[in-house]
């Protein structure tokens, strides 16, 4: 019984390691950081990253939300399919504009596939 025990927290944990590096792990997707900027009240930063893509995939821009007086992890905020450049304009303090995508930090974030998220 506690071999089987055993077995099984060892497959959960092996499936659970597997669905984090799948879908949460973007570390692996940030190639080349290729542009930053910070908000107007300097509150947040935002990195854009560059993802080469292969003989199967186009380049992709990701954009992380980087807290600079608060002890949070960084935030994934924007995710854009068959791009390779990144311009970052703010509107305000708390309102940021990723190529033409418009979101309202720190709650919204784009990604290609289903479009900007509260």
Do not use: C
Not at 14 to 30: A, E, I, L, P, T
Not at 81 to 93: F, V
């Amino acid at each position: 019984m506690k071999k089987k025990l055993i077995i099984f927290i060892m497959v959960v944990g092996v499936v659970g390691y597997g669905v984090y590096y799948v879908f949460f792990d973007w570390s692996r997707f940030k190639d080349e950081l290729i542009t930053q900027s910070v908000s107007p009240d300097g509150t947040y930063t935002v990195n854009a990253y560059v993802s080469y893509g292969n003989a199967t995939v186009a380049n992709t821009v990701l954009g992380e939300l980087v807290y600079n007086h608060e002890n949070k992890s960084s935030k994934k905020i924007y995710w854009q399919y068959r791009e390779e450049h990144a311009h970052i304009e703010w509107l305000d303090d708390r309102t940021v504009m990723i190529n033409k995508i418009q979101l309202n930090l720190p709650h919204e974030t784009y990604d290609y596939r289903s479009g900007i998220t509260p």
